[in-house]
Structures are given as C-alpha cells and as structure tokens.
C-alpha cells in the first residue's frame, strides 16, 4: 500500500523588506526536522518543528512586534485545515496563512490591503518606516537614546499613557478593593513592562515600530490580568 503524503502551504510576511514568503511543507519531511522558511533578504525566517507531543511549534515573524510570535497547533488543524491564520495578539492582525495555494493568494491579496489602510491611519506612508531594521541591518533599538521621534522618548509616551489612563480608572489589575494599586513600568528592550508594585500582576507592550507606538497610543484601558499567550489545539 502506498501512503499519500499530506502537505499544506505556509506564508509570512516578511518584517524588514515586505515580501511574502510562502513554501511547502509535507507531513513526511516535517518528522523530525526543523524546516526554515527564509526570506531573500536574510533578516527573517520561519520555523517549524514537531514538539515532543507531537504538535507542531510555529516559531512566525511579526511585522509589528520586535521578536517572533510561537504558535503550537495540532497535527490535523495544521495539515487538514483548508485555510487557518495565526495572528500577532497586540495588532490583531495576520502574521501567518497555512492552507491552499490558491487560498493564500487571496488571503495575502486581503492581507496588502488591510495593512495599506493601517499604514495609512498610522500616518505612514511606506512600509519601510514600519519595520525596526534600518538598511545596515542594525536595531534601531540599540541606539543610547531609545527615541521614536523627535525629543519624545519612549518612556515619556509610557508614562503619559499611564497617567491618563489611571486617571480615568481605566488600568486594571489583581488588587482587590482593601488594596491601594500602584502602576509603574520599565523598558525591557522594545517592550514596554506595565506592572502594579501592590499585587505584581504585568503585562508586556511591544514598541519596537512606529505602528505599535501608535496601536499603544490609542489604548483605551490596561488590562494587567489579561493572558496574552495561548496554544492553539486540535
């Protein structure tokens, strides 16, 4: 008897230069390999490898966040699924296709023009002003400053946020009504940590393009008990 082996096609964006990479993967050359999906800019790559349960682990770029999002899904969700999205969970926003080629196509096709709207309501107008590599390949992270723009530093935005939104009772966290919350924060690379010193509930805030200062600048609560990272199952 002779075993039809399953495949699927993957797709992701590449952060630094835009393109969408897209690549092939079948059930039987993923057993036991890592597979990388690679950009021919070389500044980004997808991974993806079984765990040791048999699940498959998605190590995906993210074109708003600075680090790559993890995703675990079940083998038959990933290979039987006609057409599945994973998404960056700050922009709600898809990071990933996995299905047909032809349904990829369409779904990159609707992914260009829902990032040109938000490109356009952040104000820019390319992408290269979103991603956080500069043409020498260095993070602009690394500079001493850590400015976005201008004289606003990144713990100026930080600190106004939290103001304003303490102000109007709009941060929550796991202090219960006889405790006196406490928020503060600290710049942890390009992430912005959020933390109540009275209960120690946190939250992390990516800030490493110019679309997650703005995506932060438009919060309209805190929410420090919420859980940011999850698996997908199946």
Avoid at 88 to 109: P, Q, R, V
Avoid at 139 to 155: A, L, N, P, Q, R
């Amino acid at each position: 008897m002779i075993l039809k082996s399953k495949d699927t096609t993957i797709a992701y964006r590449c952060p630094y230069c835009g393109k969408c990479i897209k690549g092939i993967v079948g059930i039987f050359t993923l057993t036991g390999d890592v597979i990388k999906l690679k950009c021919d800019c070389g500044y980004s790559e997808l991974t993806i490898e079984y765990t040791p349960d048999k699940k498959i682990r998605l190590l995906v770029p993210c074109i708003f966040c600075p680090t790559p999002h993890t995703y675990i899904i079940g083998n038959g969700i990933f290979f039987d699924r006609e057409m599945l999205t994973l998404d960056c969970a700050y922009a709600d926003f898809s990071i990933c296709f996995i299905g047909s080629e032809e349904d990829i196509e369409k779904a990159i096709e609707e992914s260009n023009r829902e990032l040109s709207d938000l490109l356009s309501e952040c104000g820019l107008d390319d992408y290269d002003k979103l991603h956080i590599l500069n043409r020498s390949g260095r993070d602009i992270w690394d500079d001493d400053d850590d400015y976005i723009s201008g004289d606003i530093s990144v713990e100026d935005i930080v600190r106004f946020m939290l103001r304003e939104l303490e102000a109007d009772g709009l941060i929550h966290c796991r202090c219960n009504e006889y405790q006196l919350p406490q928020y503060d924060f600290k710049i942890v690379g390009a992430t912005a940590r959020i933390y109540c010193k009275t209960c120690g509930s946190r939250r992390d805030y990516p800030l490493g393009s110019s679309l997650c200062v703005n995506a932060f600048l438009h919060l309209d609560k805190i929410d420090l008990t919420a859980e940011t990272d999850g698996e997908t199952d199946g």
